[in-house]
């Protein structure tokens, strides 16, 4: 049997995230911010996130998925759910749960840029940058991780563990 051992607990989780959303609340002092939750993994970091943000919010949802056997190698995503606003003139942020690759929010990333939005910035719960393999600037990350895989706070291994309010690894007894 495997079992599940935290590596952030909620406390420290939730204590970062209230930070970030100090640092956002200033850098987005006088404007109104439009945060893009990419599904699923990063619903659990937005709702948080926004929760303490000071300036005005609006959101919206978008859905991709990265890891089908030909998009990996050619860095093309899918978009399975697209936006429901325009983000024209908009400052957006585009709230992740990890960064890996880069792939998905590189093509992300790009996409939104060509929508005319007034900026375009990502925040990242978590970030594995030696796994980075094309380069996107990360603007607001909650911690750097060692390449392990994780799940808990948004973050999944076969869609469940999303829920569990801390970050864990999966280990075999
Ligand atoms: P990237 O395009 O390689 O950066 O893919 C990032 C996506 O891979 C994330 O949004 C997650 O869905 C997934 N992912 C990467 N690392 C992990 C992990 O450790 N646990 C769960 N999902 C992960
Ligand atoms: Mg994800």
New binding site residues.
């Given amino acids: 049997m495997a079992h599940i051992k935290t590596m952030i607990d909620t406390d420290t989780v939730e204590a970062r995230i209230r930070e970030m959303a100090a640092q956002i609340s200033q850098d987005y002092e006088g404007k109104n911010l439009h945060m893009i939750c990419?599904l699923k993994?990063g619903i659990f970091f937005m709702t948080q996130l926004s929760r303490h943000i000071t300036v005005p919010v609006s959101m919206d949802f978008m859905a991709v998925s990265?890891?089908g056997s030909d998009t990996k190698s050619s860095g093309v995503v899918k978009i399975v759910k697209d936006l429901d606003e325009s983000i024209e003139g908009k400052d957006v942020l585009v709230v992740?749960?990890?960064?890996?690759?880069?792939?998905?929010?590189r093509y992300l990333m790009d996409l939104l840029r060509d929508r005319g939005p007034a900026s375009v910035r990502l925040a990242t719960l978590l970030d594995?940058p030696s796994?980075r393999v094309v380069d996107i600037h990360v603007e607001y990350t909650g911690f750097e991780i060692e390449d392990?895989?994780?799940?808990g706070y948004g973050?999944?291994?076969d869609q469940k563990y999303r829920n569990l309010p801390y970050i864990g690894t999966m280990v075999e007894d």
Avoid: A
């Avoid at 992740?96 to 929010?105: K, N």
């Avoid at 392990?148 to 799940?151: A, E, K, M, Q």
């Fill in positions: 990419v993994g990265s890891y992740e749960d990890i960064v890996d690759s880069g792939r998905t929010l594995k796994r392990v895989f994780v799940l973050l999944d291994v």
